[in-house]
C-alpha cells in the first residue's frame, strides 16, 4: 500500500513509488493475512500437523525397516507406508466433509489430533509391524477428518472474501515447504543421536525409529491443546443462515445433499471435473516417470531433475496465480490452466532431448500451481459455509480415487504398450511406451479442462483467448482503465473526482468521469420511496441494480473504447456503507456487488484517508466507522490501493492526488500533433 502525504513529491518519485507497488504487494498481502491472529495460530498448527505427516513418512519407514529383516520386505517399507496413508482418502473424506458441515470444527479437530498422537505412542509400545500398519491406516482415517474440518474454517477466520487466495498461499508453503525440510530435518536430527553421543551397540536402529514415532505423536498431542485452548473462533460459524446442529438433517442425508449440491451447481460441478482432469494426469505422469527418464538416455538422475523442474514450476505458478487472477476471473482461470497444462503435457510427451523435457515439465507444474491455488480459493471463496467441508471431502477422494488409480493404471499400459519402432524417412526409431501414455493423459487433461471452463464459465460473451494473453501480458481484457475515489463522505469524494478528471483531461488522456452521483442518489431515493422498500436487503438490491445499470450503460463501453473512466463511491464505500449501517455481512454484500458489476473491479482505487487526532478519527461515529471498514479493504488488497491523506484545503488533498496518480498514466498520453508544436 502506498500512501501519499507530500503535496510536493516529484513526478519522479510517485512513478518509482508506483513500479515498487507491484513488487512488494504479495508481501503486504500476506502480512494482512497474518495479522489476523486466529488465523496465525491454525497456521502454527498447520505447521505441526505437516510436520508430523512428514516425519511420519520416515520415521515408519525407518520401524518398519528395523522390524523386517527380509530385503525384500525392506524393500517395500516406503511404498506400504503409503499405500496405508493414501487408501483412507477414498473411504473417509466423505466422512469428513460431513462433519465438518454438521459439528463444531474445533471439536473435530481436537478430537482428531488426540486420536492420531495416541496411535503413534502405540505404535512406539506395541512395537508390531502388522499394528504399525493398521494404527498408520488410523491416522490417515483421521487425516481425513481433520483436512476438511480444518479447510472449511480458515475463510471463517479471514476478514475479507479476497484473502482467500493469500490464507491458501500461505497454508501451501507451510505444507509443502517450510514443513517438509522441518519433518525431513527433524528426523536427520533424531537419526544422528548416535553420532552426537558417540552411541555404540544395542539395536540403535530400532531405538531411534521409535524416538521418532514418539516425537510424532507429541506434535499431534501440542495441536490438540492449541486448537482447544488458543482457537476458540475455530467453533464459529460467519453464516447467519447456518443451521444448529440439532436442527441438521442426519448423517447420510447430509452426505446426499453434499452430492446433489456438487451436481447441480456448475460452479463445483466444473471445479471437481477439471480436478479430475488435473489428477489423472499427474498420475500418468508420477507412474511413466521412471521409464520416461531412461527414454532421455537419463538414469536416477534425470529422475530427480524432472521432480525438482515440476516442483520449481508448481511454486512459480502458486507465486504468479493472484496476478494472473486479477486479470482473469478465477472462474475461467481454473479451467484454461488445466487445458494448458494438458498441452504443455503433451510437449512433454514428444520432448526429444533432457532440456526441452525439463522446461516443459516446468510449464506442467506452473499450470497445475496456478489451477491448484485457483482451486482451493474458489472454494474457500464461492461455496457458502455449509457446504464447504462435503466441497473440500470431495476434492480429496478425487485427488485419492484419481491419483491412485491413474499412478497405478499407468504402468499397465506400459507393459501392454511396451517399446515400439517406427519408421521415420527410412530410419528406424524406437517409442518409449511412455509417451503414447503421457499423450493419453494430455488429452484427458485437455477435454476434462474444457468441459469445466464451459461450466465454470460466467462471462462467455468475453473472448478467453484474448482475455487470457492480456492477463499474461498483465493488462486487463478492456483497453481502458477504471480508477475509483473512495471515501466516508460524499463531498470528499465527489470534488476530488472532478478534480482529478480535469487533472487527467489537462495531461492529454481521453477520460470519462462516469454518472452525477447526486442524480444516482436520486435515482435510488426515487426508486426506493415509490417502492415503498423499507427492508435493507431490499435497500441493497435496488442499490445495486443503480450500479448495474451505469456500469453497463457507461462504464463498460467507454473501457472497450480505451478511455479512462475515473468514478467516485464505485463498490468499496457503498459496501462499508452498507456494512456499518446494517445487520447484512460483508461477504453476502460484496457477492452482491460482484453480480451487479459483472466482477468489474477497478484499476486503481484512490481512498481519501481522515486523519487520526489522540487516537481517535475525526467525525461521527458512522463515518469512523466507514473509514474503519475502507481502511481494511486497502490493507487486504494493496496492489489496488494508493491512499491519500485527506486532511488539508480542496486543493491540496487535490495536489496530492494528482500527483499520486498522474506519473503512473505516463505512458497513457495521447502524442501531440505536429502541427500544434
Not at 478534480?499 to 481521453?510: F, K, S, T, V, Y
Amino acid at each position: 500500500m502506498t500512501e501519499i502525504q507530500d503535496a510536493d513529491t516529484p513526478a519522479t518519485e510517485a512513478g518509482q513509488a508506483g513500479q515498487a507497488q507491484s513488487s512488494v504487494s504479495t508481501v503486504h498481502r500476506l502480512r494482512s493475512v497474518l495479522a489476523i491472529r486466529p488465523f496465525r495460530r491454525l497456521w502454527l498448527v498447520t505447521y505441526l500437523c505437516s510436520v508430523g505427516d512428514w516425519l511420519s513418512l520416515l520415521a515408519l519407514t525407518g520401524l518398519v525397516s528395523t522390524m523386517m529383516k527380509s530385503y525384500e520386505w525392506q524393500s517395500f517399507a516406503l511404498p506400504l507406508v503409503v499405500l496405508t496413508q493414501l487408501l483412507p482418502g477414498i473411504l473417509f473424506a466423505p466422512i469428513g466433509g460431513v462433519l465438518a458441515d454438521k459439528f463444531d470444527r474445533r471439536k473435530v479437530m481436537v478430537v482428531c489430533d488426540v486420536l492420531r498422537g495416541s496411535l503413534f505412542i502405540s505404535i512406539a509400545l506395541v512395537g508390531s509391524p502388522i499394528w504399525l500398519f493398521v494404527a498408520n491406516f488410523l491416522v490417515g482415517c483421521c487425516a481425513m477428518l481433520w483436512i476438511p474440518a480444518k479447510e472449511s474454517a480458515v475463510p471463517n477466520l479471514l476478514r475479507r472474501p479476497d484473502q482467500v487466495e493469500s490464507a491458501n498461499q500461505l497454508g501451501l508453503v507451510m505444507t509443502y515447504g517450510i514443513s517438509t525440510i522441518s519433518g525431513f530435518g527433524l528426523y536427520s536430527l533424531i537419526a544422528g543421536i548416535p553420532g552426537y553421543l558417540n552411541l555404540q551397540g544395542g539395536n540403535l536402529d530400532f531405538s531411534i525409529a521409535t524416538i521418532a514415532v514418539v516425537v510424532n505423536g507429541l506434535l499431534y498431542f501440542t495441536s490438540a491443546i492449541l486448537v482447544a485452548t488458543r482457537l476458540p473462533e475455530l467453533s464459529g460459524r460467519v453464516s447467519s443462515t447456518r443451521k444448529k446442529d440439532e436442527d441438521k438433517p442426519g448423517f447420510v442425508a447430509m452426505l446426499g445433499e453434499g452430492l446433489k449440491f456438487a451436481g447441480k451447481t456448475p460452479l463445483v460441478r466444473g471445479l471437481l471435473i477439471g480436478m479430475i482432469g488435473a489428477f489423472a494426469a499427474a498420475g500418468v505422469v508420477i507412474g511413466t516417470a521412471k521409464l520416461y527418464a531412461s527414454s532421455l538416455l537419463g538414469g536416477a538422475s534425470t529422475f530427480g531433475l524432472l521432480f525438482v523442474a515440476v516442483f520449481l514450476g508448481l511454486a512459480v505458478g502458486m507465486a504468479t496465480a493472484p496476478r494472473l487472477a486479477q486479470r482473469l476471473a478465477y472462474n475461467r482461470l481454473f479451467g484454461v490452466t488445466i487445458v494448458l497444462a494438458g498441452i504443455t503435457l503433451v510437449l512433454v510427451a514428444l520432448a526429444p532431448h533432457l532440456w526441452i523435457a525439463l522446461l516443459a515439465v516446468a510449464l506442467v507444474g506452473a499450470c497445475a500451481g496456478v489451477a491448484f491455488l485457483t482451486g482451493l480459493t474458489i472454494v474457500g471463496s464461492q461455496v457458502q459455509d455449509d457446504m464447504r467441508g462435503r466441497t473440500v471431502a470431495l476434492i480429496q477422494t478425487l485427488l485419492k480415487v484419481v491419483l491412485f488409480g491413474a499412478s497405478g493404471g499407468a504402468p499397465l499400459l506400459l507393459t501392454l504398450l511396451q517399446k515400439r519402432q517406427i519408421s521415420v524417412f527410412g530410419h528406424p526409431m524406437e517409442v518409449d511406451a511412455s509417451r503414447p501414455v503421457m499423450l493419453g493423459g494430455a488429452v484427458i487433461a485437455i477435454v476434462l479442462g474444457l468441459v469445466a471452463y464451459r461450466q465454470m464459465d460466467d462471462r462467455r460473451e468475453e473472448p478467453v483467448l484474448s482475455s487470457l494473453f492480456a492477463a499474461i501480458r498483465g493488462r486487463r481484457h478492456t483497453k481502458g482503465l477504471l480508477i475509483a475515489v473512495e471515501g466516508d463522505t460524499r463531498e470528499d469524494t465527489s470534488v476530488q473526482a472532478r478534480r482529478l478528471a480535469a487533472a487527467l483531461r489537462a495531461e492529454g488522456l481521453d477520460v470519462l468521469l462516469a454518472a452525477d452521483p447526486e442524480h444516482d442518489e436520486r435515482r435510488l431515493r426515487t426508486m426506493l420511496s415509490s417502492a415503498e422498500l423499507a427492508g435493507v436487503r431490499a435497500q441493497a438490491l435496488v442499490a445495486a441494480a443503480v450500479r448495474a445499470d451505469v456500469v453497463e450503460r457507461q462504464v463498460r463501453p467507454a473501457l472497450d473504447g480505451g478511455s479512462i473512466v475515473v468514478m467516485e463511491r464505485y463498490v468499496d464505500s457503498p459496501l462499508a456503507h452498507f456494512t456499518a449501517t446494517s445487520s447484512l455481512e460483508h461477504q453476502e454484500l460484496e457477492g452482491l456487488v460482484d453480480w451487479a458489476t459483472g466482477r468489474l473491479r477497478p484499476d486503481l482505487t484512490i481512498l481519501l484517508d481522515r486523519p487520526v487526532v489522540d487516537g481517535k478519527r475525526i467525525g461521527p461515529e458512522h463515518h469512523w466507522r466507514v473509514q474503519r471498514l475502507l481502511s481494511e479493504m486497502a490493507a487486504a488488497d494493496p496492489d489496488r490501493y494508493l491512499v491519500v491523506e485527506a486532511e488539508g484545503d480542496v486543493d491540496e488533498v487535490a495536489e496530492r492526488v494528482r500527483a499520486a496518480v498522474v506519473p503512473l498514466l505516463a505512458g497513457r498520453r495521447r502524442p501531440v500533433p505536429e502541427a500544434a508544436v
